[in-house]
């Protein structure tokens, strides 16, 4: 495989390490771990989310336990500031990647031929990639 492939593929990854979204990320996920309240919540919803995916992928239904433990962890959840930051940075996080992979999709199909196409007004790239093929060599 092409190593200038492999080279875009490195300064993609380092350019998404540090991203906004990646730093607004590991920040929120550090201030959770600095507070006992915040850190014990997420734990706690952890082993209740692990417990949920281990009963549905064994096909076995949720107890009412089951259902009232989800309902009270959500509830703490929900009203924990620190986590709702994360949970913020989480999807910001998400959504990037999200456009980022849908770029290099879109890169890969013949529908997008000319840059202008709907996909390319709504791009963060503003127009700044080239849908025609670069020949990187020297």
Known sequence: MDSEVYIKACELAQAIVQSTEANELRKAEQRI????VANNL??????????????????????????????FIEAKVE???LILDFIEAHHKF?????????????????????????????????????????????
Do not use: F
């Open 33 to 36: 771990r600095e507070d006992k």
């Open 42 to 71: 997420a734990e706690r919803w952890k082993k209740v989310y692990e417990r949920i995916t281990n009963l549905q992928n064994n096909g076995q239904p949720l107890t009412e336990s089951d259902e009232r433990s989800i309902e």
């Open 79 to 81: 009203n924990h500031p």
């Open 94 to 138: 998400t959504n990037m990647l999200e456009e980022v992979n849908s770029i290099l999709s879109s890169a890969l199909t013949l529908e997008n031929k000319e840059c202008g196409t709907d996909h390319c007004v709504t791009c963060p790239s503003k127009k700044q990639c080239s849908t025609e093929p670069q020949n990187y060599s020297s």
